[in-house]
């Protein structure tokens, strides 16, 4: 099938690519998240599915800017099924993004990616991303 908006009936397949990712435990409350991000605007959650298995997923947000003409987007979580990795899926989802971004008149597009991930960095150098250094956090109290 491709590249498809995601929907609710997605969030097991997600959340299984999101332990992938070190993020484990996400189902009780993926779906109220998955929810929120097909409801906003700014925000798209595309699946890549092959026979009726959701084997990627990426998360991409639109940025307005208020001191440059041109638009941010930021991909947030981005992840191809462990055991199909290298077989041009990601790139097709990247570049399929990509696209969306140009027609919302965004001029870059960020990603956060752990020093960790020494593969994805391969990938997002062969994407035409380059790295900008310095990226801040700042933990705030939970309360939830």
Do not use: W
Request: hydrophobic share 35%; proline share 4%.
């Amino acid at each position: 099938m491709g590249i498809r908006k995601a929907c609710i009936d997605d969030c097991k397949q997600i959340s299984l690519l999101l332990n992938q990712l070190d993020y484990p435990n996400t189902e009780p409350f993926l779906k109220e998240k998955v929810q929120i991000l097909l409801m906003d605007p700014n925000e798209e959650l595309l699946v890549f599915e092959e026979e009726k298995n959701v084997i990627a997923f990426i998360s991409v947000h639109f940025i307005p800017q208020l001191a440059v003409k041109g638009d941010f987007a930021r991909i947030s979580y981005f992840a191809v099924d462990k055991n199909i990795r290298s077989k041009g899926i990601g790139r097709k989802i990247e570049e399929y993004c990509t696209n969306l971004a140009i027609k919302r008149n965004c001029d870059r597009i960020e990603v956060h990616c752990h020093s960790r991930r020494k593969e994805a960095h391969r990938f997002y150098m062969r994407q035409g991303f380059t790295e900008s250094p310095k990226y801040f956090i700042k933990m705030l109290p939970q309360s939830y």
